[in-house]
């Protein structure tokens, strides 16, 4: 089982679409979680933190369940500019803590 | 006034030959990393030092060979490439083990 795992995709929305993406991860003792966008060859960059009460920034919100162990990304009315490889991290218990990726979500919006 | 810096940008290279990345952050950060995204896109790590002193080590062959000068620097020497080394290389730091990571623009090497 992969530690941190996300749906490729494609997703494909039109502008205006609301889309939701999820990750899982396999280890309990797992903190701090975030989100990441990676545009084409370019660096990742941090999008949001995700906090068990849920947070918003925009038209994106974060959520993380702890129980059920999966993070996930909601973004309200696409745009255009939104299209990326959104990317989850959670930071893994090993030795330390081991900020783990997983493979990442591509998302197209279309006109 | 870039916060984490790596160079070169672009690394074009022959089979066998022994290259280097530089990697500063000037975030007062005392923990940096390097992973490498191969062509299916995974980001992995593959070094994590704090404080000059190594903390990660992932499973990567031991003609990967990272050097930490002081905390604000963490340098990637490779040893006799392998076409497989081909990838882009990101270093990345953060201030704590909660924090987020910043990452450097990427090195993108290509083995021949």
């Known amino acids: 089982r992969k530690e941190v795992e996300q749906d490729p995709g494609p997703f494909n929305v039109p502008e205006g679409a609301t889309v939701a993406f999820n990750c899982t991860y396999s280890?309990?003792?797992?903190?701090?979680f975030f989100w990441y966008r990676q545009d084409c060859r370019k660096e990742p960059k941090l999008l949001m933190s995700v906090y068990s009460s849920g947070n918003e920034d925009g038209r994106f919100t974060a959520q993380l369940n702890r129980a059920s162990q999966y993070i996930s990304l909601l973004i309200r009315d696409s745009k255009l500019s939104d299209s990326a490889t959104y990317l989850c991290v959670v930071n893994m218990k090993g030795g330390s803590y081991i900020p783990t990726f997983g493979r990442g979500t591509s998302l197209i919006v279309h006109p | 006034d870039t916060a984490v810096s790596q160079t070169p940008k672009y690394l074009v290279t022959q089979m066998g030959n022994d290259k280097s990345i530089k990697c500063e952050q000037n975030l007062g950060h005392d923990t940096m990393y390097w992973y490498k995204q191969d062509s299916k896109k995974f980001l992995k790590i593959m070094f994590s030092y704090n404080n000059k002193e190594l903390i990660i080590n992932e499973t990567v062959p031991n003609r990967f060979s990272p050097k930490s000068p002081d905390k604000a620097h963490l340098n990637l020497h490779i040893n006799s490439l392998e076409l497989g080394d081909s990838a882009v290389y990101f270093c990345?730091?953060?201030?704590?083990?909660?924090?987020?990571?910043?990452f450097g623009n990427g090195t993108r090497l290509t083995v021949t």
């Open positions: 990345a730091s953060r201030r704590t083990e909660n924090s987020p990571l910043h």
């Open positions: 280890n309990s003792a797992s903190q701090s």
